[in-house]
């Protein structure tokens, strides 16, 4: 199981250093400066941020169990000594909060490395490059944040059970960009603007991404890449292409299922991940074709596809079944056939090689 294992010895240590003590800490009351009240934390400790704008570069490290939240509207702004670094920079530490924090003008707002447990909630990105960078972050949360413009929402690099939940993302290049890492949750969250809206690498493994709304992304909407992904409940609106995955060996494995991809400019699905499974998916208004399977082995099955500008279904890969889809409205052919030892039945319009 992924939340039975044991923790390092360094986090143990780190988990039982303060547990005696609680306190409350004021900024500026009791501590001029975050850094400083930062370095007088002990494990279950409040700093409490008085509102105001802060510019400051906070550095945090072995720490445990703190909490750092804003009072009021609390600004993080760029510290000119510390030139361009992050806001706060956490590393080998574990059950950080940070909460109610505005982040304006950074490169990265929060950078995260080697860190378990951590909470970012409520909190407020403008004009960041990447608002939360995380790097080998395991069993963490992103929530109730919103991120305005600026390039990238959260960017995550390996780590295990990263759950980025209820966000909402306005952001120039990429909503959330996965680059490695396993048991990712991208869940409920809105997306809107930008090139990507959620975009997974090549290194992943057994992501789901469940329930968001993306919208008005000039690339694709969700692109995939790795194997084992889950991509259920979504509804894209309006992208250059909803749902696109890579070819390749280790691209495989996904089930894709009833997600609404409406008014795509190209192509409403286009996968090329082998022994996938596309179900029960509604795609209406596409540029081009409405669902592409471009692998081998890939069960379109129940999908529903209507007011396409190419075919309604493409059967480009090998060896797979297309079951009990409806087309309707397409400005190619319903079923384009272009691979071989593909199996047919009970689509509609039916093809010349349904059963």
């Known amino acids: 199981m992924l939340f039975a294992r044991s923790l390092p010895v360094f986090f143990v240590g780190l988990s039982l250093a303060g547990a005696l003590r609680a306190d409350t800490i004021q900024v500026p009351a009791e501590a001029a400066t975050i850094q400083a009240a930062a370095d007088l934390a002990a494990e279950g400790d409040v700093v409490l941020i008085a509102k105001g704008t802060y510019a400051e570069a906070v550095t945090l490290s072995a720490i445990a169990g703190v909490t750092f939240r804003g009072q009021g509207k609390v600004i993080l702004t760029p510290s000119i000594e510390e030139g361009n670094a992050p806001a706060f920079t956490l590393a080998f530490s574990a059950d950080v909060v940070f909460e109610s924090l505005e982040f304006e003008g950074f490169a990265d707002a929060i950078e995260v490395t080697q860190v378990q447990r951590l909470v970012v909630r409520d909190c407020v990105f403008r004009e960041n490059t990447i608002a939360v960078n995380l790097n080998n972050v395991s069993q963490a949360s992103v929530r109730d944040c919103r991120v305005d413009s600026g390039s990238t929402g959260v960017q995550v690099a390996g780590g295990e059970a990263v759950v980025i939940t209820e966000n909402r993302f306005k952001v120039t290049a990429t909503g959330v960009n996965v680059s490695s890492g396993e048991q990712h949750i991208v869940d409920d969250n809105k997306f809107t603007g930008g090139l990507f809206g959620i975009f997974l690498g090549g290194t992943t493994s057994q992501v789901e991404l469940n329930d968001n709304l993306i919208r008005d992304v000039a690339n694709i909407g969700i692109a995939l890449a790795g194997g084992g992904h889950r991509v259920l409940g979504n509804t894209l609106k309006k992208c250059g292409t909803g749902i696109r995955s890579s070819f390749g060996a280790a691209h495989t494995l996904y089930t894709i299922a009833d997600n609404r991809v409406l008014q795509s400019a190209v192509d409403g699905i ?43 279904l493409r059967a480009v890969g090998n060896d797979g079944s297309f079951v009990g889809n409806k087309v309707k409205k397409s400005g190619g052919d319903a079923i384009s056939v272009e691979g071989t030892g593909n199996f047919f039945a009970g689509n509609q319009p039916s093809t010349p090689f349904d059963l």
């Open 270 to 312: 286009f996968l090329r991940a082998s022994e996938s499974r596309v179900m029960r998916n509604i795609v209406k208004k596409t540029g081009g074709s409405g669902i592409a399977a471009d692998a081998v082995n890939i069960q379109v099955v129940r999908n529903t596809v209507s007011a396409t500008g190419g075919a309604g």
